[in-house]
C-alpha cells in the first residue's frame, strides 16, 4: 500500500497555510487599514477565489515556467517549482490565499477600533498593538480563515496539477491520486482516498467546531464567576 | 496648558474648534453628534484633522503648516472612551501594565501594584474584563491610563455606559482622580449636571462649531448663545424684538416682556422651566396662557402650556413650567391660568 499521496497532501497542505497564513494576515492588515485603491487590491488578491483553479494554475505555468518571469531567475539560480512537490505548494498557497485573507479582513474591520486608539494612546509600537491587541481579539475571525485555507489547500486539484503534474510518489496527492484512480477504473483505491479525505475534512471540522464551543464554555464559565 | 485649533471635514460634517485650557477640568458640552469625540479623538492623535494646530505643555502635537504630526504613541494623552477599551485577552494586571515601558520590570510591577491598589482592585488582578461590573471596568481603564502617567487627561463620557445608581459613587471616584491629576483634564459629556458638578469651566459645541469657554457658573446664568442655553437646560425660548433699553416683544409667546437689561442685539429670551410660575408674584410680565398637559413627575409637576396670543402652533410657542407638586392641586387640563416671569430670571440669548 503507497501512503506516499497521504505524506504529499499533509506536507503541502501544510507548508501552503503556513505561507497563506502569514501572506493573507499581512494582506488583510494591509488593506483593512489602507485607503487608496483599496477595490483594485482587493480585487486582485479575491481573484484566486473566483478563477477555475486550472486557469490559476495555467497563469502560474506562465510565470514559473521556464520562459516565465519568476522562472527565469530561479532557472538562473538552477531551480525549478514546475513538476515538483515545491510547485505544488505554491499552487495550493494561491488557491487558499483568498479565503485566509478575506476571512482575516472581515475580522480585522468588525475589530472594535477604540481598542487600536486605546493601544496607540498608551504608547505601544505599531509591531506590538498588532501582535498583542488586534491579532488576540480578532483570533477566532483568523483562525477560522486559516482553518479554510488548510482545507482548501488540502483539496486543492486543479492548479496543481497544472503547475506540479500529477507524478505518483512526487506530487501526486491525494486529490491527484483519486483523479489516476477512476482514470484506472481501480476503484478500491479512489474508495479509500476519499474516505481518507473525508475523515481529515471531518475531523478538522470537528476540532474547530470543540476549538469555538471551548471558548464559549469558557467564557460562559468566567461570566458565571461573576455573579 | 493644552492649545486646540483645528478644522476637519467628514462628508457634510464640519468641525471647526478653538479653545485653550489650562491645568484644570475643561468640560466639552455638546449634543449627539456636535463634534465632541473627534475633538478627542484629534487631540489624541488616532485621527488627523484637515488642517490648525495643536498644542501641550508647548510641545507642538499637530501643525499643518510645519508640517507636525507626532504620532499617538508619542502624545502622551490619556483617553477614557465611552465603553473604556479594555484589552479583552489580558488581565486586569495585564491591562494595567499594557501602557507602562521604558522602565525596568521591578519598577513596572510596583506602579501596577500601586495603581491597583488606589482604585480599590485588589483581589481581581487575574481576572478578565468580561468578569468586571461596569464600574470596576472604568477603574480599570482609569488605572491603565493613570500608570501611563499621561500629560492630559480626556474622558469621553465616561458615565454613559452605566446604570444609574452606580454614577454617583464613580463621579464621587472620578472627582478625586481630577483633583489628583496635575495637568489639563478634558471631560466630554451632553449632561449638564455632571459638568455643573465636576468641571470649572465649559466649552460648549454646536454642530462642529465650538464657543468661548466660559466658567461653569457663568454658563448656567448667562448662557449668551440660545444653543448654549439649550444645552444648559434651557426649555422655553422665544424670538424677540427690542422695544426699548427694558423691553422687548416675545413673538412666539405673544407678550410684551420688561428684561432687566438691555436687550441689545439679543434675537432670542429665554427662562427656565422651573422660574415660570403660575401665582401672582407681583412680576411684571403676565403671559395668560391655557393648560396643555399636565404631567406629574417623581417630584414635581409639569405643566404645558399655551400662550394665547401665541403665533402658530410650532413648539416653542409653548411655556413648560416646572412647579413643585403642591401648587398644582386644583390644576386641569384646559384651564385658563396666567404664567409670571420675573424680568431677572430672563436670559437674553444671541
Known sequence: MDLSPLLISIKVAFTATFFTFFLGLYAAWKVARGKRFKGVIDGLFTLPMVLPPTVVGFFLLLLFGRRGLLGGILESLAMSVVFTWQGAVIASAVVAFPLMYRTARGAFEQMDQTLLYAARTLGMPEREVFWRVVLPSCWPGVAAGAVLAFARALGEFGATAMLAGNIPGKTQTMSLAIYSAVQNGDDEKAYLWVAVIMAISFLTLGLMNYWTGYQERAKRRAGNADG | ?350
Open chain 2, 1 to 350: 496648558m493644552l492649545t486646540v485649533e483645528i478644522k476637519k471635514r467628514f462628508g457634510s460634517f464640519r468641525l471647526d474648534t478653538r479653545f485653550e485650557a489650562g491645568n484644570e477640568t475643561l468640560a466639552i458640552l455638546g449634543a449627539s453628534g456636535s463634534g465632541k469625540s473627534v475633538t478627542l479623538q484629534c487631540v489624541a492623535g488616532v485621527v488627523t484633522p484637515d488642517e490648525g494646530r495643536i498644542a501641550l505643555d508647548g510641545r507642538v502635537l499637530y501643525d499643518s503648516e510645519k508640517k507636525i504630526n507626532l504620532p499617538p504613541q508619542r502624545r502622551h494623552v490619556g483617553y477614557l472612551f465611552q465603553n473604556y477599551a479594555l484589552f479583552p485577552h489580558m488581565t486586569v494586571e495585564e491591562n494595567v501594565a499594557s501602557g507602562i515601558r521604558g522602565v525596568p520590570k521591578a519598577e513596572r510591577d510596583a506602579r501596577v501594584r500601586e495603581k491597583i491598589r488606589s482604585f480599590y482592585l485588589n483581589g481581581m488582578e487575574g481576572k478578565y474584563p468580561r468578569q468586571l461590573s461596569g464600574g470596576q471596568q472604568q477603574r480599570v481603564a482609569l488605572a491603565r491610563i493613570l500608570a501611563s502617567e499621561p500629560l492630559l487627561l480626556m474622558l469621553d463620557e465616561p458615565f454613559s455606559a452605566l446604570d444609574s445608581y452606580l454614577r454617583w459613587q464613580l463621579e464621587q471616584e472620578l472627582s478625586a482622580t481630577l483633583c489628583a491629576f496635575p495637568g489639563t483634564a478634558l471631560f466630554v459629556s451632553h449632561n449638564r449636571d455632571e459638568v455643573y458638578r465636576l468641571c470649572g469651566s465649559v466649552l460648549t459645541m454646536d454642530r462642529g462649531r465650538s464657543e468661548s469657554v466660559t466658567p461653569v457658573r457663568a454658563l448656567f446664568e448667562h448662557p449668551g448663545t440660545l444653543s448654549a442655553a439649550l444645552l444648559s437646560g434651557c426649555k422655553n425660548y422665544s424670538r424677540i424684538q427690542k422695544t426699548g433699553p427694558h423691553g422687548a416683544l416675545a413673538l412666539d409667546w405673544g407678550a410684551a416682556l420688561v428684561t432687566a437689561e438691555d436687550p441689545a442685539d439679543a434675537a432670542y429670551a429665554g427662562i427656565r422651566a422651573h422660574y415660570v410660575s403660575l401665582e401672582n408674584n407681583g412680576a411684571p410680565n403676565a403671559v395668560p396662557c391655557r393648560i396643555l398637559h399636565i404631567v406629574e413627575d417623581v417630584f414635581q409637576t409639569i405643566v404645558t402650556l399655551k400662550p394665547l396670543a401665541a403665533a402658530g402652533d410650532a413648539d416653542f410657542s409653548r411655556l413648560r413650567a416646572e412647579l413643585p407638586k403642591e401648587k398644582t392641586a386644583g390644576l386641569r387640563e384646559g384651564d385658563g391660568v396666567t404664567a409670571y416671569i420675573r424680568p431677572g430670571d430672563l436670559m437674553l440669548l444671541k
